[in-house]
Structures are given as C-alpha cells and as structure tokens.
C-alpha cells in the first residue's frame, strides 16, 4: 500500500520561506512521478510543481516560477517542496503525490493516484 505523509507547513510574513516535505512507503520513489499540489478555500485543488522520475520534465504553475523548487531524496524515498518568496496569495493547504505515470509537460490532480492528507501553509502580515 502506498502512503504519503507531507509535513512542514505552517505559518509565515510574505517574503517568507518554508520547505513541505513528503515521505513515501510502499513505493520505490526512484519510478515514481511525483507532484505538489494546493487548495485554497473556495477553489479547486491546483498543480504547483510537478516532475516524472527522471526529472528532466518539469511542470511549474506560472505564478510559482522561480520561487517554488521540487526536489527529492529516492534513497529515503522523500521529497520536497522549497518554497520562498511566499506570498499571501500561496495561503492553501498542500498535498504531495506521487503516480507511475507522468505525462510531460502536465500537473493535473486527475493524473495522480496517491495522495498524501495535506498540510496548510498560511502567508499573512
């Protein structure tokens, strides 16, 4: 059974910085896409980031460009979210997830099979 736990949200000032984390059983990362996404209250769960196993496609949602960094650790089977310069807009709680397919140049929430259970980062002055 595959089982995400993300963790490392929290609350921050805008211009802040916070890094979500996200650790995998039951799966070899190493195969795995794997993704972050968010929903904020009132919409639909968005992509943020997203990557197949190679690493070489990447996905990044336009207003997380050059903020947002995903990374990950195949031998203790996690990954990461780096997020800096935050900004009140990235209020939201974030899912990780992780499937063996990935479709280039895609980050859509309907292409993921497992999901973690969430974790809220609030930005606010």
């Known amino acids: 059974e595959v089982q995400l736990q993300a963790s490392g949200g929290g609350s921050v000032q805008p211009g802040g910085s916070l890094r979500l984390s996200c650790a995998a059983s039951?799966?070899?990362?190493?195969?795995?896409?794997i993704g972050w996404f968010r929903q904020a209250p009132g919409k639909e769960r968005e992509g943020v980031i997203c990557?197949?196993?190679?690493?070489?496609?990447?996905y990044e949602e336009e207003s997380v460009k050059g903020r947002f960094t995903i990374s990950r650790d195949n031998a203790n089977n996690m990954f990461y979210l780096q997020m800096d310069n935050l900004k009140i807009e990235d209020t939201a709680v974030y899912y990780c997830?992780?499937?063996?397919?990935?479709?280039?140049?895609?980050?859509?929430?309907?292409?993921?099979?497992?999901w973690g259970q969430g974790t809220q980062v609030t930005v606010s002055s």
């Open positions: 997830a992780v499937d063996f397919v990935y479709v280039d140049g895609l980050c859509a929430k309907a292409l993921f099979t497992h």
């Open positions: 039951g799966v070899s990362l190493d195969a795995y896409a």
């Open positions: 990557t197949g196993y190679s690493g070489r496609s990447t």
